[in-house]
């Protein structure tokens, strides 16, 4: 049984940064961030495996985004630059304490099974 707790989030204008941790209480084998912005559905932004520190971007928020891991506090951080307005959105920490048997993407939802409560992040221009 794995608990996330996620901190950060907040408001900041266009060409700005933030950044958004989550911390996870049990064994996890990869995490990833999503987001979900007004009137839009839940994309995939990054993804880290926490042994390896092996990691996959979003095309929207590469070179941008930088996603990290410090293994002995159990913690998966998502460190924002250059934030633009479409970038407004509930982020949300997922994480996956299983291997990948049914083939998911690292993209896809189904793929974790435990997800935090979500970090709003406000882009202003």
């Known amino acids: 049984k794995v608990q996330l707790l996620g901190y950060g989030g907040g408001s900041v204008q266009a060409g700005g940064s933030l950044r958004v941790s989550c911390a996870a209480s049990?064994?996890?084998?990869?995490s990833s961030w999503f987001r979900q912005g007004p009137g839009k559905q839940r994309e995939a932004v990054a993804r880290i495996y926490i042994l390896s520190g092996n990691i996959d971007y979003a095309d929207s928020v590469k070179g941008r985004f930088t996603i990290s891991r410090d293994n002995a506090k159990n913690t998966v951080y998502l460190q924002m630059n250059s934030l633009k307005v479409e970038g407004t959105a509930m982020y949300y920490c997922?994480?996956?304490?299983?291997?990948?048997?049914?083939?998911?993407?690292?993209?896809?939802?189904?793929?974790?099974?435990?997800w935090g409560r979500g970090n709003q992040i406000t882009v202003s221009s």
């Open positions: 997922a994480t996956t304490n299983r291997s990948n048997a049914a083939g998911y993407r690292w993209t896809d939802d189904g793929r974790y099974n435990y």
């Open positions: 049990g064994y996890t084998y990869s």
